[in-house]
């Protein structure tokens, strides 16, 4: 047993033995425990999964599992971790850590009963992400997939007394089953076609299948992966799941669990399939598209701090889809090394995704634990309450608005050099279809900016918008820590991506064959070579020392005439009574414009009446104006509720049957004789 | 034919004094030639000079309910316009430190600024913050579309992102770049330009009628030492995007050798080069009335159609040669 | 000589019929039925281990046989039959009880268990397919009465819907037994073991397909309707609904698998016919219409045990897919679906009484907030949920796996992608009942959690935990059972 | 002497039949029953003319049953619970007579169809008989759907019944003593099950119509 094989051994471990302390915990120091050992758990998983990154694959073999329900291969257990295990196991641990450190605190929000099942349930959440990112068979990455919906379903609905809470639990745990059910689908049709159930055997075997079955599992693993990752049309259960569960919970979810439907879809697509025609690459790029813009759409128009962060998660993952769907378009056109350079893109994106949206769903857990309400309209000036929290919170907004210097820049960045590859293909098609994604990544990423000024600056800046804002609380300091992690990362792989770049295009080598360079170095983006043959420009550093340097110039034009004195006075009034609160610019009059631009796309019903104030003496001295902006959200009736409504009008159309007539239930009977005995005469003819 | 190293810093140091140094003096030239259009007479060109050193000498009053981001904005939206200076090739080839980045990194870069900026806005928690904010913030998102795709019509005959390359091949190929393609992505990019720096018929300066503005909303609450850096920085916001728009369009007179004399030659030739594009937008501005604010769209929704056409006949016609 | 374990096996149920007729008081009636069902354990795990030592045994001139099919029907038996009657000790045995039986009431309720009990064990050691039909008419009329035990209206209409259905359908089952004689005999000339199985199965492949294919029309209906498999299924949500809880656990999960095991017979005799496919058409619509029309009635289902009762339906069709698709991995499954329905099902209908008991209904509508009120109750509803529902790492979720990936390799690609819908469909239904029952505030107050339920709780509790190891583990002689099972019908 | 057990059993057959096809129009409860006593009769006649044929023991057991179970206890216990019961002797149906009687020719002609074409093995020579028993079997059962009181239904069930023995006689000549036994020992139970059922219903519902039971569904 080498290091590589013990550090996971040593994590699984550490995982478990914090769920089971967290579910035995009576006292609260237990509950922290718990949670301290599972973020040291995943440290350890963190430096294993660089070191099996750096070293190579731990084989199928090396960590076999005893035979466990035999009968069939489909039963056999077994732990296997390539590198493309490996970079999301760090996707995993690396926020799973600053995660759980800041549940620390968080979790002292709750009675002490609820705490030692957050804390088992974050520790149980964890090992089984854990466990399906290593999951070398089949059977034990159905088990350890459905676990991982099961554990995130009863987070949900960890506050189960609120009935939006459980409603929101049932639409997840339900969709996600369905999801795994085509997941299910999907393999099965692997494993039966190639005979074999791990991931290695099936890869070798999966080559000469037919197109049919190989696009019907590219179809089911899209289906089942892509509800997980809340792609657009199967996103329905994440708006309202995320915002239901508690803060730390949803940031495991939005910021790392939602990663292993992306994982899932390149283990089938690229990892067993290889790659498949172009209508896979369009087919995804298309719903990536759809998801990325649509998703940032309806984050604009969201109040609740929480959703709007829900929505942003349906963004990124479009945004991941297009890395994805741009690699296999290229791989298909015959271009390894820039799909290699659209799946590092991507991959990029999803690790730091992670890391962004980790930080912000902690800073809103925050937001939301001290003030009590998740309602952007009621918080306001927080950055006084929660200065640790709101720069977290700030830098994790930058990195998602894909601002220099932070990380979520340099994946974007790579992304739309991908895109512009597409020009170097000779391909029309790719081209336009690319270029106009490229648009609309753009605008995406200007949206999200948008949104993100609206969400920071509704929700830290400015005054106190309600009481609860005013007198909230300062949030324990591991929360603060595990934001100032998360936020540290973001930095680092904005400042120096190079690192990153590395370990994410290790995985890349096997998926694409692509001739990807390693080494750690500043060449490493000179290793992705554009179509043209050329290196790609982008030095993140200088980028950051430039903007240092700008400061510095800043600076100097601040201190040319003598240090400065800062005056602080009232805010300018317009020479009218003092601006109160009430008078702020409110968060739906901040996304008011957007909602009149894309008005085809939201369908606002908007109202406004008007009634006359009456004061004493009964003179009408001002009308009371109320205006509403309400917004439907037809996304959300696509795919899941009409399904749901169909199945529950068919049951009850069909439990008719059941009338409880006696005389029915016998003519079935002799319906069903009669017409087995002519179905038997019919097809199989008379006797012989 | 690459320089030494001292000479690229000097070119380097030259770039940045050209842009700040002469940014101040453009936007004058700009009032100006507005002004004459007018028929009035308008500021002396040193004006800007004057106004930016009397409001460095000042204190900033900070409102009470402002926090770290009102004091920091400025400088960090100074830096981050300041950072896009050397992406474009100003007047030699190949430029500076040209290579850390690309016109991708400029949008970026001005959306740090962009974003900066309004978030300072809503800060105070003022009425008119807000509403600058917002529309700052939705302006520049639909642009950013409108810029990716104008890079990618400038970029894909040459096959890259990168100014320079871009430039390098407009120079080599002489009067031969200009082909149709070129000419919509130039009108792409001058409606980009509008939208971007905030001039007529999208935002007007000169106003301080809540009902129309943007940029001054968002810096009501500014004074002193950070108002300057605010108004200056918007001043080479313009400077560089006209710049970059020569660099792309016409980049003929850029020196691709490092002589001093075709060097000094090549920045004699961008000063004018700014000047005359700073006076042609003057005469655009003088001559349009501000449009409604979400005439906005369907301005820049115009731009993607003139940028996705200018791709769309690169693959046709071929980029030029 | 040798302990004639078989023959125990039938007759500790009938003296403990009689022996209960004696008993004075209640304790003692109690007692009887503790012994009974305790000896039951123990000779049925003498047998088993006979069985597996050495191979499948015959006695009485080969009229009682036991392979390792009807070994896994025997433990099916007893450990519902077990778990049944210990829970009747508390639940209507036990003074105080709120479902407290007189002593007369209580004597016979013993006398019909015994007997129903008897006829199952018949069913399982039966060789002559005449006396498994006998077995199984037996079943039926020793559960009616169980079934009507409350002589409520409700129960009496249940009752007198489960006789009639399934009298009609053995009556058809019967016929096609004689229809199955016939072919028999036409094979090996009248004698006296045409009907034993052992005879049929070794001379299968010369059974007159023609003839074979018309029996099966007539014995599938007729052990379909016993076996719940829709739409003959019609009976099974009544009788399950108004039965006392511990008969509900007998009929779910004993009762359907005596059926099921007689088809399986039927199943395994017909292999042997060269290219004979009907069977396998016959489960293959059955077991689809099973599934997708409990899937749908479990969405509008307002009574806790109808609604285990219609997943009881879909499991029936699971099973009957399970053995459509064939092939050792698919009869595998199938039997080892077989086995986890029974332990969860039965674990399932007992916890849902406990669960009535406290929350003093068992109308879907009114049970809320089930895990506040009654934790541990609800705990074990959850867990049992969760195993019912398929989920990992509970056994039911192996088993299915098994079934549909042998529905995969064995090209029938379709169905089991429509039974995979059913099962998701089934899915969204329970855990939108038991979302509905267990979280949230309870709506109204619950009685207490006695001792007694807490004690049968966790004795529940073992059950589930057994399903559960079940579903990643199973121990070796479990699986030589299963794997000896599959060889039996496989040939 | 096959000639003799070849024509009985035909005959046989075909009083069965219409026996059966005659309980279709039967409106009321007695003549129901004593439609069946009769159909009885004749199979347990035929049985022992079978039983004479081949001379086999088991098969006289088999007609003695016959006759003594199905063709007196059974119509006892059937009479002695209509008496009892005191509810009113008319047949209920759904179907009405004229379209019963058509229903028993579809019937006859399904069976034809699907049953006729099963050769005949060369050793029984009435398995021709097959489609007529399956004819009775459905047409029991008919009467059992669409006969509304409960112990019509079980008169329907008892029809079902004779049609299975009359195939077992044609075709077999019985399954075997033990089984016939415990076949016989079930019928009677059943009925006795039966009639305990339809008192307490009497007692419950004050009637016994089977499709008022209504009460359970969904």
């Known amino acids: 047993m080498n290091l590589r094989e013990l550090l996971l051994l040593v994590s699984l471990a550490g995982l478990s033995a914090a769920t089971v302390l967290g579910f035995a915990s009576r006292r609260p120091v237990e509950v922290r425990a718990s949670f301290l050992l599972g973020a040291l758990s995943c440290a350890i998983t963190t430096v294993q999964s660089v070191l099996v990154l750096l070293g190579g694959t731990l084989p199928a073999s090396s960590l076999g599992l005893p035979g466990t329900v035999p009968a069939s291969p489909v039963l056999a257990l077994g732990i296997q971790e390539d590198p493309l295990s490996a970079f999301f196991l760090l996707v995993v641990s690396v926020s799973g850590s600053a995660i759980l450190l800041a549940s620390v605190g968080y979790a002292e929000r709750y009675v002490p009963q609820r705490r030692g099942f957050l804390a088992g349930g974050c520790g149980l959440f964890v090992l089984t992400m854990v466990l399906v990112c290593t999951a070398g068979t089949i059977f034990l990455f159905l088990v350890a997939w459905e676990a991982m919906t099961l554990v995130s379903y009863f987070l949900v609905i960890h506050d189960h007394e609120d009935a939006e809470s459980r409603e929101a639990g049932l639409v997840y745990l339900v969709m996600s089953h369905a999801a795994t059910g085509a997941i299910l689908v999907s393999f099965l049709l692997l494993a039966t076609a190639t005979g074999s159930t791990t991931w290695e055997g099936i890869a070798a075997g999966a080559g000469g299948l037919p197109p049919g079955v190989r696009d019907a599992v590219f179809l089911a693993a899209l289906v089942g992966f892509g509800t997980k990752a809340a792609m657009v049309p199967f996103h329905s259960w994440l708006p309202d799941a995320h915002p239901a569960a508690p803060s730390n919970v949803s940031a495991l979810m939005s910021g790392v669990m939602i990663k292993l439907g992306i994982f899932g879809l390149l283990r089938v697509v690229l990892g067993l399939l290889g790659g498949g025609p172009s ?17 940032v759409l309806y984050a604009i128009v969201q109040h609740n701090l929480k959703r709007l962060l829900a929505f942003h998660s349906i963004e990124n993952i479009g945004i991941i889809l297009l890395g994805v769907g741009a690699g296999l378009l290229f791989q298909n056109l015959g271009y390894p090394a820039l799909a290699a350079l659209a799946l590092a893109a991507a991959l990029l994106h999803t690790w730091n995704h992670a890391l962004f949206k980790s930080l912000l769903f902690l800073g809103a857990g925050a937001a939301v634990g001290e003030t009590g309400t998740r309602d952007l309209e009621r918080m306001g000036g927080l950055i006084r309450r929660m200065p640790g929290v709101a720069l977290g919170f700030f830098v994790g907004a930058m990195a998602i ?151 510095l110039v800043a600076w100097a034009v601040w201190r040319i005439r003598g240090a400065p004195a800062t005056v602080v006075g009232p805010m300018w009034d317009c020479g009218l009574d003092a601006p109160t609160p009430r008078m702020e610019y409110t968060a739906t009059g901040y996304a008011q414009p957007v909602v009149r631009i894309f008005e085809e796309f939201y369908r606002p019903i908007e109202r406004s009446d008007s009634a006359p104030a009456l004061r004493p003496p009964w003179i009408v001295l001002a009308r009371v104006r109320r205006y509403t902006v309400e917004i439907a959200e037809p996304i959300r009736a696509w795919v899941f509720p009409p399904v749901a409504s169909g199945i529950f009008g068919l049951a009850r159309r069909m439990s008719r049957l059941q009338s409880g007539r006696i005389h029915a239930y016998l003519a079935y009977i002799f319906v069903t004789l009669v017409g087995l005995l002519l179905l038997v005469r019919a097809v199989g003819g008379p006797a012989p | 034919m690459t320089a030494s190293v001292p000479a690229q810093l000097v070119a380097f140091v030259g770039e940045y004094l050209l842009v700040l140094g002469l940014s101040p003096l453009l936007l004058a030239v700009l009032g100006r030639v507005k002004a004459r259009t007018q028929g009035r007479v308008g500021p002396p060109l040193l004006q800007p000079y004057r106004d930016l050193w009397k409001l460095i000498g000042k204190d900033a009053v900070y409102s009470k309910s402002a926090s770290w981001v009102t004091r920091y904005a400025p400088a960090i939206s100074f830096a981050a316009l300041l950072a896009t200076v050397p992406l474009i090739p100003w007047f030699v080839l190949p430029s500076p430190l040209g290579t850390f980045g690309d016109l991708i990194v400029l949008v970026g870069l001005l959306a740090l600024s962009r974003f900066i900026t309004a978030l300072a806005a809503t800060d105070a928690g003022s009425t008119f913050g807000g509403m600058g904010s917002t529309r700052e913030m939705w302006m520049g998102a639909l642009a950013e579309p409108v810029f990716l795709l104008v ?171 | 000589m040798p302990i004639p374990w078989i023959l125990l096996v039938l007759i500790v149920p009938l003296a403990g019929a009689g022996a209960v007729a004696f008993a004075r008081t209640r304790d003692q009636a109690n007692a009887v039925a503790i012994a009974v069902a305790l000896a039951l354990g123990l000779v049925v795990a003498f047998l088993l281990q006979a069985l597996l030592t050495l191979g499948a045994l015959s006695s009485y001139g080969g009229l009682l046989y036991v392979d390792d099919l009807s070994g896994l029907l025997l433990l099916i038996v007893a450990v519902v039959g077990l778990a049944s009657l210990l829970y009747s000790v508390d639940y209507l045995g036990r003074s105080g009880s709120p479902h407290e039986a007189p002593l007369p009431r209580l004597r016979r309720y013993y006398q019909l268990v015994f007997l129903f009990l008897f006829t199952m064990y018949l069913v399982a050691e039966a060789n002559n397919l005449g006396v498994l039909w006998i077995g199984l008419e037996g079943t039926t009329l020793a559960s009616a009465l169980l079934v009507g035990y409350y002589q409520t209206r409700r129960a009496q209409e249940a009752s007198w819907k489960y006789l009639i259905l399934c009298s009609v359908g053995l009556v058809f089952a019967l016929f096609g037994t004689l229809l199955l004689y016939v072919a028999s005999v036409h094979v090996l000339g009248a004698g006296n073991s045409e009907l034993n199985w052992t005879t049929l199965v070794s001379s299968g492949s010369q059974l007159d397909p023609g003839l074979v294919r018309l029996a099966l029309v007539f014995l599938f209906v007729g052990y379909g309707t016993k076996a719940g498999l829709a739409p003959l299924h019609t009976w099974l949500p009544d009788a399950h609904s108004e039965a006392p809880t511990p008969v509900s656990a007998l009929l779910s999960g004993a009762l359907l698998n005596c059926a099921m095991y007689a088809l399986i017979r039927i199943y395994a005799i017909t292999l042997r016919i060269p290219g004979f496919l009907w069977t396998q058409r016959f489960f293959l619509i ?206 | 002497m096959i000639v003799l057990a070849v024509q009985a059993l035909d005959i046989s057959a075909a009083i069965v039949l219409v026996t059966a096809w005659i309980s279709l129009i039967h409106r009321r409860i007695e003549a129901l029953v004593d439609t069946y006593a009769i159909q009885s009769g004749a199979l347990g006649i035929t049985a022992g003319l079978v039983a004479y044929q081949y001379q086999a023991p088991d098969i006289y057991v088999l007609a003695g049953l016959t006759i003594v179970v199905n063709a007196i206890v059974l119509p006892w216990l059937l009479r002695r619970v209509v008496r009892n019961l005191g509810v009113s002797r008319m047949v209920n149906m759904y179907a009405s007579v004229r379209a019963s009687a058509l229903a028993g020719l579809a019937i006859l002609l399904v069976s034809v169809w699907v049953v006729g074409g099963i050769t005949p093995f060369a050793e029984v020579p009435s398995a021709g008989l097959l489609p007529i028993s399956v004819a009775v079997l459905l047409i029991g059962f008919f009467l059992l759907i669409t006969r509304r009181k409960a112990i019509t239904q079980v008169v329907g069930l008892l029809v079902m019944n004779n049609g299975i023995f009359l195939a077992g006689i044609a075709l077999t000549y019985g399954l075997g003593l033990f089984v016939e036994l415990g076949l016989a020992a079930n019928l009677l139970v059943l009925a006795i099950v039966a009639r305990i059922f339809l008192e307490r219903m009497k007692e419950s519902f004050d009637h016994v119509d089977a499709d008022a039971l209504r009460a359970l569904e969904g």
């Open chain 2, 151 to 321: 890079i990618f019509a400038f970029g894909s005959p040459a096959g890259s992102t990168q100014a320079g390359a871009i430039a390098a091949r407009g120079v080599s190929l002489g009067i031969a770049y200009a082909s149709p393609p070129l000419l919509l992505a130039i009108v792409a990019y001058v409606l980009l330009l509008l939208v971007e720096t905030g001039r007529l018929p999208i935002d007007n300066s000169a106003t301080h009628l809540e009902l129309t503005m943007v940029h001054e909303a968002m810096v009501l609450e500014y004074s002193g030492r950070d108002l300057a850096l605010l108004e200056w920085g918007r001043g080479f916001k313009l400077a560089i995007m006209i710049g970059l728009l020569i660099a792309l369009a016409a980049p003929w007179g850029i020196s691709t050798s490092w002589t001093l004399a075709l060097v000094s030659l090549a920045v004699g030739i961008v000063v004018i080069k700014l000047l005359g594009a700073h006076v042609l937008v003057s005469r655009l501005e003088a001559g349009v009335a501000k449009w409604r604010l979400f005439r906005v769209a369907d301005l820049t929704t115009l731009a993607v159609v003139f940028a996705f056409g200018s791709l769309a006949l690169t693959y046709v016609v071929g980029g030029g040669a």
């Open chain 1, 401 to 551: 608005s894909a601002l220099p210097p932070f990380n979520g820049f340099v994946s974007e960045w790579l992304l739309f050099q991908s895109f512009f590859a597409a020009f170097s293909t000779g391909s029309v098609t790719a081209e336009m279809t690319l270029s106009i994604l490229a648009a609309v990544l753009a605008l995406t990423s200007g949206l999200a900016a948008y949104c993100f000024v609206k969400a920071f600056g509704i929700a830290f800046l400015a005054r106190p918008r309600s009481q609860q804002a005013e007198l909230a609380g300062s949030p324990p300091s591991s929360l603060v820590g595990g934001m100032g992690i998360l936020a540290a990362f973001c930095l680092a792989l904005g400042v120096a991506p190079v690192l990153a770049l590395d370990l994410a295009t290790r995985p890349l080598r096997e998926l694409t064959g692509a001739a990807v360079g390693s080494g750690v170095s500043l060449s490493v983006l000179s290793n992705l070579p554009n179509g043209s043959g050329g290196s790609l420009p982008l030095a993140p550093g200088a980028v950051a020392l430039l903007l240092g340097a700008g400061l």
């Open chain 3, 286 to 491: 059955f077991g689809l219409l099973s599934v997708f029309l409990a899937a749908l009635f479990l969405f509008v289902q307002r009574d806790l045990k109808r609604l285990l009762a219609y997943s009881s339906v879909e499991n029936m069709g699971i099973i009957a897919l399970g053995l459509a698709f064939g092939g050792a991995i698919g009869l595998f499954g199938a039997l080892y679906h077989l086995l986890n329905h029974a332990a969860t099902k039965t674990a399932l209908f007992l916890v849902s009484g406990n669960l009535a008991l406290a929350a003093r209904t068992k109308d879907l509508q009114e049970i809320q907030g089930a895990l506040v009120a009654a934790p541990g109750t609800g705990a074990l509803l959850l867990l049992g949920g969760l195993a019912l529902a398929g989920v990992p790492p509970f056994s039911m979720f192996s088993s299915e796996l098994l079934i549909l990936s042998a529905g995969f390799s064995q090209g029938n690609g379709v169905a089991a992608g429509l039974m995979l819908i059913a099962l998701v469909l089934a899915f969204g239904a329970l855990s939108w009942h038991l979302t509905r029952m267990l979280l949230g505030p309870p709506g109204h107050p619950y009685a207490p959690e006695t001792r007694a339920v807490v004690c049968a709780s966790l004795g529940l509790g073992v059950v589930l935990a057994v399903a559960l190891a079940l579903g990643l583990l199973l121990p070796d002689p479990l699986s030589q059972l299963l794997h000896g099972a599959v060889q039996v019908v496989n040939g």
């Open chain 1, 279 to 295: 209508w896979w690459a369009y087919t995804i790029l298309a719903l990536g598209g759809v998801s990325a813009l649509a998703g």
